[in-house]
Antibody
Framework: EVHLVQSGADVKKPGESLRISCQGS????????INWVRQMPGKGLEWMGR????????NYSPSFQGHVTISIDKSINTAYLQWSSLQASDTAMYYC???????????????????WGKGTTVTVSS | IVLTQSPGTLSLSPGERATLFCRAS???????LAWYQQKPGQAPRLLIY???SRATGIPDRFSGSGSGTDFTLTISRLDPEDFAVYYC?????????FGQGTKLEIK
């Protein structure tokens, strides 16, 4: 069975660094991009960025570029989201999600996020 | 690309039909339009991909349609378990934006 298992909740102080993880299992990890999605308390979903596990190529949302770093360790099928200096506004739930591509003919593909981790709660408070 | 969902909140009773809308700020390929359901305390779940294809295990009371800038998610007969928040999202060129969500609540 396909799973994305995320690291546990974390509580940090402003200015501290943090790295959270997302480990894939049950599928060929390098064949699917991993995405990170933020959900602030009581709010909607925000796409942060994605990484290609095969070559570590990344794309970031302009809203998050420069504030977070997405990385991969394909030897252990794990993607990471990290901050070098947390702010109180980083308090949120963070989800990782697999991007699937579904070929349906004539060079056409569907793209969608079909497998999600359960989320990691990050709390930043002094 | 900005996705705008309407209404923000929809109050209906079990057994009724629900229609949720998602409008894109510019035309997008329906191949890259998906809908997700999120219940409190849970991760989002994929419902519809390619604007109209149901994901594995999704009941046939859920259907999607649309093209260009206007997309619709329809739930034909609401089950009590369907009351949740629904998001549309495009996976065309990054950034992959989400709509702000429609909360479907019990009337």
């Amino acid at each position: 069975e396909v799973h994305l298992v995320q690291s546990g909740a974390d509580v940090k102080k402003p200015g501290e660094s943090l790295r959270i993880s997302c480990q894939g299992s049950g599928y060929s990890f390098t064949n699917y991009w991993i995405n990170w999605v933020r959900q602030m308390p009581g709010k909607g979903l925000e796409w942060m960025g994605r990484i290609d596990p095969s070559d570590s190529y990344t794309n970031y949302s302009p809203s998050f570029q420069g504030h977070v770093t997405i990385s991969i360790d394909k030897s252990i099928n794990t993607a990471y989201l990290q901050w070098s200096s947390l702010q109180a506004s980083d308090t949120a739930m963070y989800y990782c999600a697999r991007l699937s591509t579904h070929f349906y003919g004539s060079g056409s593909y569907y793209y969608y996020m079909d497998v999600w981790g359960k989320g990691t709660t990050v709390t930043v408070s002094s | 690309i900005v996705l705008t969902q309407s209404p923000g909140t929809l109050s209906l009773s079990p057994g009724e039909r629900a229609t949720l809308f998602c409008r894109a700020s510019q035309s997008i390929s329906s191949d890259y339009l998906a809908w997700y359901q999120q219940k409190p305390g849970q991760a989002p779940r994929l419902l519809i991909y390619g604007a109209s294809s149901r994901a594995t295990g999704i009941p046939d009371r859920f259907s999607g349609s649309g093209s260009g800038t206007d997309f619709t998610l329809t739930i034909s007969r609401l089950d009590p378990e369907d009351f949740a928040v629904y998001y549309c999202q495009h996976c065309d060129t990054p950034p992959y934006t989400f709509g702000q969500g429609t909360k479907l609540e019990i009337k």
